[in-house]
């Protein structure tokens, strides 16, 4: 017979917390491992932009000189971190999905009547989804390596922590919608109305200052847009430099993301109020 | 990091043996809840008491989701309160549900995962770690007599299978109170009687308080606890007997059908 690993005192010991957040961080990976063809899309996405889009558009498209490029540089090279900031966009708003697809609150069902803080299993699961991202992430710089997009060694290194502040951005807004969608058909919607508006009105493309010579109005909305300040942050680490403003309003960002997705799944404000899902009483 | 929330009220002793009779495995008062204009349940007040069955009977649409995902704080309580085992769930969440064991109606097990990999997700979710987790659950799967498919993944396994192996995962953290919401649904009558006859043993066996939802008659056993929900109100609680006594109906199924006024036949299994 075994002994009680949970002691009958209340509350919880540091290391339960810690078997939790592993706990769920595995599960994330296992599960990212079965879905062969969600990494694959992840990964062919950004290499469609990269080769296609970027190739035909090197030639219209000329870059100056602007921090942090110190040389001028291809189209290429420009847009790529804005790729990986959209590889994490994406897997934000499918980690949203797939919390509203989880059989419409299944698996989240499991997860949410664990008796640790609700604040820290959603805290968990976004620290998962953006484990995954930054997989994707690597994935997608190692193939562009061969393409020659070939940034300085200490950059894969120093760029880490900008993705994970990204990524835990991108997820919490994530995690925010899906406390707001009961179907998965409104995941269109989410296509439509959060993802296309922030990846084109954001400096993943085209450097603000082309923005601002089209239209100033834009590029005042780009630099509202925190997903222009996620690219310009992943953009800088890729070079080994930081950008502090950008790094605020990311940081910023995430924590009130954050904190709107833990009251939105708190259950007597956000759940409570749409009825059971699937309809059942 | 956040300590849990201590309830307000004397907290029992664990142990089950030193445990007042009186504090309710499950205590329901007075719970109100309603989507918008809508009223899902109205006032709805009963216990189960530990180491017992008790069956909430109810068709479709009686409140039954509702009435599990308040106990399980998918949904805040709006009015009334509910306790496990005198853990109040609004006010000492982590403490009510760590003794709480629930099996939900629609299937929650992730499918491509192996039973043992579901089975140690579980675990720490309950911050239980890797080595006792194992153990645990080399425990569950010997009693539901899925040892052998522990590497299997969860999909190849059948509807009865998947069903028990969710029982033996809210088992897992060794609850005290044991929550199903209507698990026989969409089995064979020989998975369903092997079922019930599992979940009755741990009532007498591990002393394990159980409210089982169920809107098939044939599941009440003459012993069992019963709740009947109807329309969002408890139209009568009580054993077996003294419902039908209440009635004055010469079975459950006539009972029901005095009780709610309605032709219950979607009482068929």
Redesign the interface.
């Known amino acids: 017979m075994?002994t009680?690993?949970?002691k009958?005192r209340?509350?919880?010991?540091?290391?339960?917390?810690a078997?939790?957040m592993?706990?769920?961080v595995?599960?994330e990976g296992?599960?990212f491992l079965?879905?062969r063809e969600r990494f694959i899309s992840a990964l062919v996405r950004p290499l469609v932009w990269l080769f296609i889009f970027a190739a035909g558009f090197r030639q219209v498209l000329g870059i100056s000189i602007i921090p942090p490029y110190e040389t001028y540089i291809l189209y290429e090279v420009y847009i790529t971190p804005g790729l990986m900031a959209m590889i994490q966009l994406f897997n934000g708003m499918q980690s949203s999905l797939s919390m509203v697809y989880d059989?419409?609150?299944?698996?989240m069902?499991?997860?949410?009547?664990?008796?640790?803080?609700?604040w820290y299993?959603l805290f968990c699961k976004l620290l998962a989804g953006t484990a995954v991202s930054v997989l994707q992430v690597y994935a997608f710089l190692l193939v562009a390596w061969f393409w020659d997009i070939e940034p300085p060694h200490i950059g894969y290194l120093t760029v880490l922590p900008a993705l994970l502040l990204s990524g835990l951005m991108l997820g919490a807004l994530g995690m925010l919608i899906s406390s707001g969608i009961r179907q998965l058909e409104n995941f269109a919607g989410v296509m439509n109305f959060v993802i296309f508006p922030m990846f084109f009105a954001s400096s993943a493309l085209y450097p603000l200052w082309r923005v601002q010579e089209g239209s100033p109005v834009l590029a005042y909305l780009c630099q509202l847009n925190p997903f222009t300040h996620a690219v310009e942050l992943i953009r800088f680490a890729l070079y080994g430099r930081v950008n502090w403003v950008s790094l605020a309003v990311v940081g910023g960002c995430a924590v009130v993301f954050m904190i709107a997705a833990a009251v939105a799944y708190?259950?007597?404000?956000g759940?409570?109020?749409?009825?059971?899902a699937?309809g059942?009483? | 990091m956040k300590q849990m929330d201590m309830p307000t009220d004397d907290l029992p002793t664990p142990e089950r043996r030193n445990e007042p009779a009186e504090v309710a495995a499950l205590s329901i008062k007075g719970v109100s809840h309603s989507y918008g204009s809508r009223v899902a349940l109205d006032d709805i007040s009963f216990a189960v008491a530990p180491g017992t069955f008790t069956a909430l009977l109810g068709l479709n649409g009686a409140g039954k989701s509702t009435l599990f995902s308040l106990i399980t704080r998918l949904f805040g309580v709006q009015r009334g309160s509910i306790r496990i085992f005198g853990h109040d769930i609004g006010r000492a969440p982590g403490e009510a549900l760590r003794v709480l064991g629930v099996v939900f109606q629609p299937r929650t097990l992730d499918l491509d995962l192996s039973v043992m990999q579901n089975l140690l997700y579980h675990a720490a979710l309950h911050g239980i770690g890797r080595r006792e987790a194992r153990v645990r659950a080399d425990e569950v799967l010997a009693q539901i007599g899925l040892s052998d498919r522990n590497a299997s993944k969860v999909r190849d396994l059948s509807g009865g299978q998947m069903r028990r192996l969710e029982i033996a995962r809210a088992l897992l953290h060794r609850p005290r109170l044991l929550l199903l919401d209507e698990p026989t649904v969409g089995l064979d009558v020989k998975a369903r009687a092997d079922m019930l006859g599992h979940v009755r043993r741990l009532v007498s066996e591990q002393g394990i308080g159980v409210l089982f939802a169920t809107h098939l008659f044939d599941e009440i056993a003459e012993g069992d606890d019963l709740v009947v929900l109807h329309q969002g109100r408890v139209l009568a609680q009580g054993r077996l007997p003294h419902i039908l006594a209440q009635s004055g109906a010469r079975d459950l199924h006539a009972a029901f059908m005095r009780l709610t006024g309605t032709a219950a036949d979607a009482s068929a299994p």
Do not use: K
């Open positions: 075994t009680d690993a949970i009958p209340p509350g919880f010991s540091l290391t339960q917390y078997v939790c592993n706990g769920i595995w599960r296992l599960r079965h879905q059989r419409e609150m299944g698996n069902r499991t997860l949410l009547v664990s008796p640790l803080p609700r299993l708190d259950p007597s404000r759940i409570g109020r749409h009825g059971p699937g059942e009483t």
